[in-house]
């Protein structure tokens, strides 16, 4: 069992950023695919971003590439999500998902486990 908790959310103005942060519960970190994923009222949940397990490998949608960077410490147990020039259509749940593949996903249904979310809203 691995506990997901995100931090870094909030309030900010078009063209901000912000850094999104996912503290793992478990010491195996490292063996777990890890992404971000984000979900906007009635809307269905997408991906944003996904790391391999070293961090060598990234994968993003492409409505955020570059713009947003994803990372991860496996000695904090902990992904990251700096995001910069933020545009409204931003505004959305943003979840942290971790998966025990070696190998990269888009799909949310082949994650194992998630966070409870942190709000970020861009406004304009």
């Known amino acids: 069992q691995v506990q997901l908790v995100e931090s870094g959310g909030g309030l900010v103005q078009a063209g901000g950023s912000l850094r999104l942060s996912c503290a793992a519960s478990?010491?195996?970190?490292?063996?777990?695919?890890m992404g971000w994923f984000r979900q906007a009222p009635g809307k269905e949940r997408d991906v944003v971003a996904a790391?391999?397990?070293?961090?060598?490998?990234?994968d993003y949608a492409d409505s955020v590439k570059g713009r947003f960077t994803i990372s991860r410490d496996n000695a904090k147990n902990t992904v990251y999500l700096q995001m910069h020039s933020l545009k409204p259509e931003d505004t959305a749940v943003y979840y942290c998902?971790?998966?025990?593949?070696?190998?990269?996903?888009?799909?949310?249904?082949?994650?194992?486990?998630w966070g409870q979310g942190t709000q970020v809203t861009v406004s304009s």
């Open positions: 998902a971790a998966r025990a593949s070696p190998y990269l996903s888009r799909n949310n249904y082949s994650y194992d486990y």
């Open positions: 790391i391999s397990q070293s961090g060598g490998s990234t």
């Open positions: 478990r010491r195996t970190f490292s063996n777990y695919v």
